[in-house]
């Protein structure tokens, strides 16, 4: 008999994290499970500027490993013998870009205490729109060197995208 395998799809959204266990040969649901940002409101950290919207990096770690750890227990109690070692792969999804500055090591500046409060630490989350004016910039120089690039991006270059 030929042993079972599973993928994980894991979801990284605005306000949470969700993880997907799924059979990989007829792609049943057998796990499932939704861990909240704990950081800010609603997962968001916001400010008194209505453009900023970050979140704290610990969050997708912390969530990524409860919302599998979770999806994994409840697919145990769904499938007689599972084991997470017939998971042969992870799949990861987000909402769009959402940058983090690192340090040399690959490291959230967030998760150090200097910069542990700080807003301009956290992941730059993809509605965040304090960039509007580097944007702008952005479109008024492609409109000047290279128009035809824009004409594939509905004419503006969006302080949502990560360039």
């Keep these: 008999m030929r042993t079972k395998r599973y993928a994980i799809g894991l979801d990284f959204g605005t306000n949470s994290v969700r993880a997907l266990v799924v059979d990989v040969s007829n792609g049943r649901e057998v796990g499932t499970a939704v861990w909240d940002y704990e950081h800010g409101e609603a997962g968001v950290l916001l400010s008194r500027d209505p453009n900023l919207a970050r979140q704290h990096p610990a969050d997708y770690v912390k969530g990524a490993e409860m919302s599998i750890k979770r999806a994994l227990a409840q697919a145990r109690r769904t499938v007689p013998g599972f084991r997470p070692d017939q998971v042969i792969g992870i799949g990861v999804a987000t909402t769009g870009s959402t940058p ?59 302080s949502e995208w990560f360039f």
């Design 100 to 158: 983090i500055p690192v340090d040399e090591n690959g490291r959230p500046l967030a998760f150090r205490k200097e910069f542990a409060r700080n807003l301009a630490a956290m992941a730059w989350l993809w509605k965040d729109h304090t960039s509007v004016a580097e944007a702008e910039e952005i479109t008024e120089l492609a409109r000047r060197m290279r128009p035809h690039y824009l004409a594939k991006y509905g004419g503006v270059y969006s």
